[in-house]
T-cell receptor, first 111, second 117 residues
Framework: QQQVKQSPQSLIVQKGGISIINCAYE??????FPWYQQFPGKGPALLIA?????SEKKEGRFTISFNKSAKQFSLHIMDSQPGDSATYFC??????????FGDGTTLTVKP | DAGVIQSPRHEVTEMGQEVTLRCKPI?????LFWYRQTMMRGLELLIY??????IDDSGMPEDRFSAKMPNASFSTLKIQPSEPRDSAVYFC????WGPGRGAGELFFGEGSRLTVL
């Protein structure tokens, strides 16, 4: 049973555009929702994260929107740049320490 | 500061051989995770440890896979015997876990790319 569903699988955006990636979860025990960015040949690295007591968190061009009642959260990348081209994973953690990842979204930003 | 260190970075072996992947977590971290990444299945959690104790190994595919964490600074993932379908990138990650704060951020190593012929 997949506990974190991520969409879309792939995304192509023009430079300067907005990239939006969505995730949905089922387990109400999740209490920490990070997004990871992965470049080819590298391990995933934390991009931004949110806890369920806030509805939005912004760091530079990256924003997480969180809807606790709908059990959904999304990543918005404003003014997308070619250097943002990577695979993005949402994840959800339980208090016991377990992290469950979505399937990933391959983002391509065209110059 | 050194990050999570994995070895080997690349391993090519023949079906039936034993494979051992190694991981050194970040000093001071008390949680360690082994993930497997493939195109078909994405990032799969195989097993994770808190304070060197295996907490959840439900993601380990079958008895051919085993993982150990003899101390806070070292873990191994062993596949015996290996099969072609085990070909994947295996990631080790560590974090600082505490009651009430969950796992927090995972710090990943650069992965071990395994090819089983």
């Amino acid at each position: 049973q997949q506990q974190v569903k991520q969409s879309p699988q792939s995304l192509i955006v023009q430079k300067g555009g907005i990239s939006i990636i969505n995730c949905a979860y089922e387990n109400t025990a999740f209490d920490y929702f990070p997004w990871y960015q992965q470049f080819p040949g590298k391990g995933p690295a934390l991009l931004i994260a949110i806890r369920p007591d806030v509805s939005e968190k912004k760091e530079g061009r990256f924003t997480i929107s969180f809807n606790k009642s709908a059990k959904q959260f999304s990543l918005h990348i404003m003014d997308s740049q070619p250097g943002d081209s990577a695979t993005y994973f949402c994840a959800a953690n339980t208090n016991a320490g377990k992290s469950t990842f979505g399937d990933g979204t391959t983002l391509t930003v065209k110059p | 500061d050194a990050g999570v260190i994995q070895s080997p970075r690349h391993e090519v072996t023949e079906m039936g051989q034993e494979v051992t992947l190694r991981c050194k977590p970040i000093s001071g971290h008390n949680s360690l995770f082994w993930y497997r990444q493939t195109m078909m299945r994405g990032l799969e959690l195989l097993i994770y440890f808190n304070n060197n104790v295996p907490i959840d190994d439900s993601g380990m595919p079958e008895d051919r896979f085993s993982a150990k964490m003899p101390n806070a600074s070292f873990s191994t993932l062993k596949i015996q015997p290996s099969e072609p379908r085990d070909s994947a990138v295996y990631f080790c990650a560590s974090s600082l876990w505490g009651p009430g704060r969950g796992a927090g951020e995972l710090f990943f190593g650069e992965g071990s790319r395994l090819t089983v012929l």
